[in-house]
């Protein structure tokens, strides 16, 4: 990839979300991910070329610097900024614009920066050959996955609903989605198979902005009020049957549909609770499922069959987890502190920099929240470290994680192209290598703390005033 000899042709619209539109190139395995502003400041840019570029560049090292250490370097590709020609990105800009949704385009892409950053494909993993099966990737944005403990929750309901499940009434009733999602995190993140698959189900009927899969690099299933009205459940049951036809289905191609969304959903489960890429931890986190049962979840307890499996805890889940626990005040203890840091602020502007509030994303960054004493001694020093870990556990409460899976069975073909039959008959479930990323891990800036406790308000309100914990 040349950047001064850029050719709009070769890059196709990919995906985007509140923050980013992300372009494909249309054969090496490569995104670029550019940033979005508001429509109306399209006339005149909100930043320099000078601001973007640093702003991405924060990205980067946060990601590589901070959330890579926490979450764990396997599942982490953070890319690189680069400097594209403004021609070419006008061109691109006109190109994808018909094909981005129309929910999404209340921002723009940024035309006058140039800057983007460049990434590997994930939905692409490799350059399959057309010969082959194309990979199947499953992007899920799980959202947080606990409920608050801190002392400083001061409605009942939020340690009885999780969050995810509360904002989904408050969405409805604002027109943001149609229907509710049933989709609940604290079973997704409970390590239980059958909450897992249960959760998925729902995932999968109501996907929103939480789920979508890929193949060969195309979204073929997300959000109905996405591009494409083909996006229905047959149409993804017609892309996902012959990856599951296996054994003597495979010979005489006869499955139910609930069979394949079954055996699909066990292969993403398997990937979920593998580590970074190869056999299932060792180690769990067997404390894990009883301190999180949510209330609105429409799993009932009583169909848990099997006990506590808990996170291995070399899985995507346990570390993602893990990333987000880091808020352990809840926004309503974590607000007086940003407030303490807010008002020194005030007094000496140029703490600013010592405090690292907007980076950089280094070292020391990490080493302030790692070290963050357990009892409040007043500081400011304090405050800002629970400033950092909250915007950490954010950033990890906005994440998601990509599932890659790439039929093995493609290895077994000899040199005429004839499939060995015995391998797929005498396995009872289709064999996938599979790979396990995270991505969008951009920090969340300092002053977007207030903002997030009047969400926390409005939505913990909406909840009790529509009697919502009637489920
Ligand atoms: P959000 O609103 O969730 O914060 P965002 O604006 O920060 O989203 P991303 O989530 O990073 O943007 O990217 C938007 C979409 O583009 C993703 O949901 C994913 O489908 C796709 N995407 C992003 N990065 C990659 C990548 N490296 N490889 C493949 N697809 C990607
Ligand atoms: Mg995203
Ligand atoms: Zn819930
Ligand atoms: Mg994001």
């Known amino acids: 990839m040349e950047l001064d000899k850029m050719d709009e042709n070769e890059w196709k619209y990919h995906g985007e979300g509140n923050k980013s539109l992300v372009v494909s190139h249309v054969q090496l395995s490569r995104v670029l991910r550019l940033l979005k502003y508001p429509a109306e400041d399209s006339e005149n840019p909100p930043q320099t ?3 973007a570029f640093r702003q991405i560049q924060n990205i980067v090292d ?3 610097n901070v959330m890579s250490s926490l979450l764990g370097d396997n599942f982490i590709h953070s890319g690189e900024v680069v ?3 403004l ?6 800009s006109i190109k994808v614009q018909h094909q981005r949704p129309a929910w999404r385009c209340d921002k723009v892409m940024d035309i006058y920066s140039g800057c983007a950053l460049c990434l590997p494909n994930l939905t692409s993993p490799i350059l399959h050959q057309p010969t082959h099966t194309p990979p199947l990737c499953i992007e899920i944005k799980p959202k947080c996955g606990f409920l608050p403990s801190s002392k400083h929750v001061s409605r009942d309901i939020k340690t009885k609903v999780c969050r995810f499940c509360m904002h989904q009434h408050y969405k ?6 149609k229907r509710r999602s049933l989709y609940c995190p604290l079973d997704l993140f409970s390590g239980n ?3 897992m698959h249960f959760t998925i189900r729902h995932l999968i009927e109501e996907p929103q902005n939480n789920f979508k899969i890929f193949k060969g690099g195309q979204c073929i299933y997300s959000s109905k009020e996405g591009i494409d009205d083909s996006m229905d459940l047959s149409s993804l049951l017609h892309h996902l049957r012959p990856y599951f036809l296996y054994g003597n289905n495979r010979i005489n191609c006869h499955m139910s549909s609930k069979a394949v969304f079954n055996d699909f959903i066990q292969v993403l489960v398997n990937a979920l609770l593998s580590g970074g890429g190869g056999d299932g931890g060792v180690v769990t986190d067997r404390r894990g499922e009883g301190r999180s049962f949510c209330e609105a979840s429409h799993f009932s307890k009583e169909r848990i069959r099997h006990g506590s499996q808990g996170l291995p805890s070399d899985s995507v889940l346990f570390r993602t987890l893990q ?3 880091l808020d352990t005040l809840d926004i309503e203890g974590l607000h007086p502190l940003y407030r303490r840091v807010e008002q020194h602020l005030q007094e000496f502007p140029k703490e600013r920099t010592r405090l690292q509030i907007d980076g950089p994303y280094n070292e020391a960054f990490l080493e302030k929240l790692q070290k963050c004493p357990n009892e409040d001694d007043g500081s400011v020093e304090y405050a800002a470290a629970k400033v950092h870990q909250y915007r950490v556990s954010m950033t990890a409460k906005d994440c998601s994680i990509m599932v890659a ?7 077994e073909e000899d040199d005429e192209g004839q499939t060995h039959l015995r391998d797929f008959i005498s396995s009872r479930t289709p064999a996938f290598s599979y790979s396990v990323s995270i991505l969008d891990l951009d920090p969340k800036p300092f002053e977007s703390i207030p903002r997030q406790l009047r969400l926390d308000q409005k939505i913990v309100s909406y909840y009790l005033k529509s009697g919502g914990s009637l489920p």
């Open 49 to 51: 070329v000078e601001q």
């Open 323 to 325: 990333t987000q626990m």
């Open 83 to 85: 400097k594209l020609p």
């Open 87 to 92: 021609e070419f990105v006008r061109q691109l």
């Open 62 to 64: 946060f990601s590589s």
């Open 193 to 195: 198979r059958q909450r």
């Open 172 to 177: 409805v009733a604002n027109g943001k989605w």
């Open 405 to 411: 899976l790439v039929p093995s069975g493609e290895e």
